[in-house]
């Protein structure tokens, strides 16, 4: 297994790391993905602007953690066919947020790929980022 060099002669196992970062609790973890998702981007494209790291700080926005728990509990009772009225309202306005969201990571994936003169499938190779299966 590999290991990381943290200072000279300090090496951890990739495995420790990751054992580390699953104690963090969801907010500290949103924050350390966004980190490494910068530090990836910079290495594929190294002299990042700050137009482009503004890019994609806003494309790897995501909905916080508590709201993406309640979607999952309230899809799960929509499934049921539990959802009240006042559950369903919640739902519909959570959908909308995460709509949006998906709109301005669509609209910012096109800033960056136009930026960088490259299509905009060639850039979501490069940042790693896989087309959902239901888009």
């Known amino acids: 297994m590999p290991t990381i060099e943290i200072r000279p002669g300090t090496k951890i196992d990739i495995e420790d790391i990751l054992a580390g970062v699953s104690n963090l609790n969801s907010e500290e973890l949103e924050k350390f993905v966004e980190k490494v998702l910068v530090l990836r981007a910079k290495r594929v494209s190294p002299n990042l602007s700050?137009?482009?790291a503004s890019l994609i700080k806003k494309i790897n926005r995501n909905l916080p953690p508590a709201v993406r728990k309640r979607f999952s509990v309230l899809e799960a009772k929509r499934s049921e066919g539990s959802l009240s009225e006042v559950e369903h309202r919640e739902l519909l306005a959570?959908?909308?947020?995460?709509e949006q969201l998906n709109a301005e990571r669509v609209q910012c994936l096109g800033e960056?790929?136009?930026?960088r003169g490259i299509a905009v499938r060639d850039l979501m190779k490069q940042l790693g980022i896989r087309p959902q299966p239901n888009a």
Do not use: F, N, R, S
């Not at 959570?94 to 995460?98: R, S």
């Not at 960056?112 to 930026?115: D, F, H, I, P, Y």
């Open 50 to 52: 700050k137009a482009e």
């Open 94 to 98: 959570i959908v909308e947020e995460l």
């Open 112 to 115: 960056l790929a136009q930026l």
